[in-house]
């Protein structure tokens, strides 16, 4: 392959920090892989790959400023690993073509919801765990990760609106924890991935090294600017998201 790593690199490195500040990462890096030459199931398995690494650096990053809830995350987790599992199996077998307009739609709904919302995810409302809220978290967790593991597209943003809506976070928090849950349902695909050799690690490693440097930067600028910063963010790559399912739909 001739990788053009003059484009690939600070590619990468925007696509993580875009994904720190408020998800939406894939929108960047994907494309960015398969012009930079590589094919396209090596081009998402690499991503995978080098994606995780950043998002484990903006988790660490949130973590340590106190913007991730663990005590949460706990119960939520294992559900979002085992839809993402079930995911991956089922993706192998159908076709996601019948799932883009749907989703679509609803990605350019949230996006604008949040766009006018003048409320929603400005002010931390997080009030602790209840049972009502933990039953809500665990069947959301199971089906973002679901999702994530057979299509994919707007997962962060979905994540993000989700704990917003369910538990009250303002934006920061939202971000933070969307981190831990979106890198657990990555980790079936990623395991997937590795296992029928769709990962490069000559070209893995680099650009997972320039994701790092992303994440943190993203993740540091995200928590000096807060809500003000993310929730723009947040509707400009909800926003994209459906408008790169519109686009592969037509072509």
Known sequence: MNINWLF???AAFMAAFVDAVAG???IISIPSFM???FPTHIALGTNKFSMSTGTIISTYRYYKD???EFKLLKYLIPFSLIGSVLG???VLKLSTEFLQPMIMVLLIVVG???FFSKSQGLVNEYKGMTNKNIIKG???AFLLGFYDGFFGPGTGSFIIFGLIKIFGFDYVRASGNSKVLNLTSNLAALVTFALNGKIIFLYAIPTALVMMAGGYIGSTVALKGGVKLIKPFFVIMALAAAAKILIESLT
């Open 24 to 26: 939406g990462g894939g």
């Open 35 to 37: 012009i930079a030459g």
């Open 88 to 90: 991956v199996l089922l």
């Open 66 to 68: 106190g913007k991730v």
């Open 112 to 114: 604008i919801y949040s």
């Open 138 to 140: 665990i069947v959301f």
């Open 8 to 10: 690939l690199l600070p």
